[in-house]
């Protein structure tokens, strides 16, 4: 009998150089990914969409890794003591010891699981997963905030009554429909699963996957100019139902944490009101913090020093994630609505230097670390070590999916039809069908918790769904364009006023409240936190002249004054552009 033993300086060691090799395989898969992206680009082939190369290669990747690593004990191999079990050894928390007694291990003091047949140096494939936290709080709120801060506002809020309701209603469906049917497979009794699945798991499942991702089919409708419409409803009904679907499953999540059968209505109407909750908390902190920095840059000037100017951006924007996630409201809504309202208010307070450097920097940012998700998921296709491969319940999924989204586009396209002067013509209809892909959300919820049987079999499903939806579904998009007859080359859209202007009351089209707030908008809300607009203390009674005071325009400084002007052509020119060129809507 002999106690084996790793000091923990040496065990730390041996991370260190582990983890710079794990570091340098990814970057190489990122370069690789990018390279084949822009020879995609460069020869215009349409069958596969960056996000769907950065897959592929990380599938590669994740298959060399796995062959070829698969059986190497450790790169790295510390200096190990052997002593007799009798020796008297003095350990920290952080040393690794385990007993040897007739070729089996048994842990006595550990910083992680040592199976029967897996000691500490043992799986170098473990070098290539990352901590879930990792995805939740660095990677993916670049991308929602960079959502909300490109976001075509003018178009976004001429739909909003009807993304709403895809987003609301749809969502909602979706999520009872998939989860009815997967529980229904599960009571079939053609796969084993854990006797503790019940709807519950179902439903929260259902949540989960009904996180749409539309990222290829928009980067195709962005090259290609697709209708201006058609992109709206897209974009937008992605964007909201991200922010639902995220709430919407932290709300059953709570409910089968907390589940009572004795007080069952009672927990159903408690989830329904921390759904509305979460969700109103979440937009109220996102759009807060978004004034709050509006207010601050248009107070304090910091554009006077633009590389500070840009720093506070980007903090302030990346601080409200971590912010709504530690007071249990969720950081993907907040942080999108977040952005929305900083690229309405806060963006107009930018000098000319920062408002160029904070689109490139979460451009790139939402760039990276998409693609390095998109690598990631492929790795882990064959790095993870708890995969749960039950092909029935895939199978099902990809149904529930189908069916979900088919009761969920066309009965409210239907029903929103009825009042919408622009009706949702059936080629829109089959193509936001189509569009629903999963993607980077789906797969951040997922893999936050793999603990169990039954989450590491909701990990493995939504792997598949990914990558299935992403290399086959977004890769034929073109040609389903095509096949639809779909309108491209949409070079302007002239029936919207340029920013800034008063959308007119259209009954037809449900935007009565987006007209009135944009009245208010224009002439208090943008005077008051930004610096355009007419004076506050002309448009303002005089009794509220003292508190107003410090927010007018009026108290901008000489130095900002100078450059107003060509700061505000400047910014007039470039929407101009980017309006003309994209026709981005919403």
Request: with cysteine; charged share 20%; glycine share 6%.
């Amino acid at each position: 009998q002999l106690l084996r033993y790793i000091s923990a300086e040496k065990r730390s060691e041996s991370f260190h150089q582990e983890f710079g090799f794990a570091l340098i395989i990814f970057l190489l898969l990122l370069l690789f990914s990018l390279l084949f992206i822009w020879l995609f680009k460069h020869f215009r082939i349409r069958l596969f969409h960056e996000t769907g190369v950065a897959m592929i290669m990380g599938i590669i990747f994740g298959l060399f890794l796995h062959l070829y690593f698969h059986n190497i004990p450790s790169l790295i191999t510390p200096t190990i003591r052997l002593c007799d079990i009798q020796s008297q050894i003095t350990v920290t928390k952080d040393d690794y010891l385990w007993l040897i007694h007739n070729d089996s291990k048994v842990e006595i003091t550990v910083r992680r699981i040592v199976s029967d047949n897996e000691s500490p140096e043992d799986k170098t494939e473990s070098l290539f997963l990352f901590d879930p936290e990792t995805f939740f709080y660095i990677l993916l709120p670049p991308i929602i905030f960079y959502a909300g801060y490109s976001l075509k506002k003018r178009h976004f809020f001429r739909n909003i009554f009807s993304l709403l309701t895809y987003a609301f209603i749809g969502t909602t469906i979706s999520t009872f429909v998939i989860g009815s049917i997967l529980y229904a497979y599960v009571l079939m009794g053609l796969e084993t699963f854990p006797s503790e699945f019940n709807l519950l798991h179902g439903l929260l499942f259902g949540s989960l996957i009904s996180a749409t991702d539309p990222v290829t089919v928009l980067a195709i409708f962005h090259d290609l100019h697709v209708d201006v419409d058609l992109y709206a409803l897209v974009f937008g009904e992605s964007v909201m139902n991200d922010a639902v679907a995220i709430v919407l499953y932290r709300s059953i999540d709570q409910f089968e944490e907390e589940f009572d059968s004795d007080t069952i209505w009672f927990q159903i109407i408690l989830s329904i009101g921390k759904f509305i909750g979460i969700f109103l908390g979440s937009f109220i902190l996102g759009t807060s913090l978004g004034i709050l920095s509006a207010l601050f840059l248009k107070i304090f000037q910091l554009r006077e020093q633009p590389i500070i100017e840009t720093a506070f951006f980007v903090i302030i924007s990346y601080f409200t994630f971590p912010l709504a996630e530690s007071i249990e409201l969720t950081g993907i809504v907040a942080i999108l609505f977040c952005g929305i309202t900083q690229s309405h208010y806060t963006y107009i307070n930018l000098s000319i230097e920062s408002r160029g450097r904070t689109k490139e920097i979460f451009e790139l940012l939402s760039f990276l670390s998409e693609n390095f998700l998109f690598s990631y998921m492929g790795v882990s296709l064959f790095t993870f070590p708890y995969h749960q491969w039950k092909p029935g319940f895939i199978a099902f999924s990809f149904i529930g999916i189908a069916v979900g989204r088919i009761l969920n586009i066309i009965p409210i396209s239907l029903f929103l039809n009825i009042r919408r002067r622009r009706k949702i013509p059936w080629t829109f209809q089959a193509m936001l069908l189509f569009a629903g892909l999963r993607g980077a959300i789906a797969f951040a919820i997922a893999i936050r918790n793999t603990d169990s049987e039954i989450r590491q079999l909701f990990y493995s499903t939504t792997l598949i769904i990914v990558l299935v939806t992403i290399i086959i579904c977004g890769g034929s998009t073109y040609f389903v364009l095509i096949l639809l007859k779909i309108r491209v080359g949409v070079v302007e859209d002239r029936s919207f006023k340029e920013e800034g202007e008063i959308i007119p009351y259209d009954p037809l089209q449900g935007n009565y409240f987006v007209s009135k707030f944009t009245q208010f908008d224009k002439k208090y809300l943008i005077p008051l936190l930004t610096i355009r607009g007419a004076s506050l203390l002309k448009i303002c009674p005089n009794w509220t002249h003292f508190f107003i005071k410090p927010f007018d325009r009026n108290k901008i400084s000489n130095h900002t004054e100078e450059r107003l002007s060509d700061l505000n052509l400047l910014s007039d020119q470039l929407e101009t552009t980017e309006n003309t060129e994209t026709n981005d809507i919403d």
